[in-house]
């Protein structure tokens, strides 16, 4: 066990509509970061946040967006589901901004299906 | 630009034998580079990650890893597999600033 936590584990829904996705960091870990796992384009960084500011973008959609509270937890936000939004999304979570060679510990996932 | 590329995207073992997952990377900056393994409906764990300290790195479950610069590789070995081995993992690269980039996964089946 990581220690951090995702909610929900799975969520099904239809296309067109909007999500929220919750992760809390671990106890201390102040950066939170986002991936997409899926079959056709692997394991993708999305976007970080560091102590409730966004620090560094990846491959996300404008559909998409994120942010993170003063109590640390994040949450992303996916509207206008389409079908290939359909992914295991993954929060992890580090001490700092970024350093370098900084392990990041990941959650369990966010299973999305959307028909 | 890092990147990484892992040369297997299946590898097949028996029980007992030694595993090897191979890894190769691309870096313009000193990389930091780490195995991450997922099990089935699971989260990444950290099995081991090379800072440019030593460049033979032990990690968890008995695996490790050598960093050879030269070779621009970072292979995963194991002596003897186990069953419960069975999983993806993930080489994963990144630079100075902590961007990660992760290679498309290699899955390990352990036969019996």
């Known amino acids: 066990d990581s220690g951090v936590t995702q909610t929900p584990k799975h969520l099904i829904t239809a296309t067109g509509q909007r999500v929220t996705l919750r992760c809390s960091p671990r106890?201390?870990?102040?950066?939170v970061y986002w991936y997409q796992q899926s079959l056709d384009q692997g394991l993708q960084f999305l976007i970080q946040y560091y102590n409730g500011e966004e620090r560094a973008k990846g491959n996300i959609l404008e559909r998409f967006s994120a942010q993170q509270f003063p109590d640390l937890h994040s949450e992303l936000n996916l509207s206008s589901l389409e079908l290939g939004d359909s992914a295991l999304y993954f929060c992890?979570?580090?001490?700092?901004?970024?350093?370098?060679?900084?392990?990041?510990?990941f959650g369990p996932g966010t299973r999305l299906l959307v028909l | 630009a890092q990147s990484v590329t892992q040369l297997d995207s299946h590898v097949s073992v028996s029980e007992g034998t030694p595993v090897l997952l191979r890894c190769n990377y691309s870096?313009?900056?000193?990389?930091?580079l780490f195995w991450y393994v997922q099990h089935p409906n699971k989260g990444l764990q950290l099995l081991l990650k090379y800072t440019s300290a030593a460049t033979l790195v032990k990690g968890i479950n008995g695996f490790e890893a050598e960093f050879k610069k030269s070779e621009t590789s970072f292979h995963l070995t194991k002596p003897s597999a186990h069953m419960s081995d069975a999983a993806e993992y993930f080489c994963v690269v990144s630079d100075r600033n902590n961007d990660m980039r992760f290679g498309a996964g290699t899955r390990l089946t352990v036969k019996p």
């Open positions: 992890a979570s580090s001490t700092s901004p970024g350093e370098r060679g900084e392990t990041q510990y």
């Open positions: 870096s313009s900056y000193s990389p930091s």
């Open positions: 106890s201390g870990d102040l950066s």
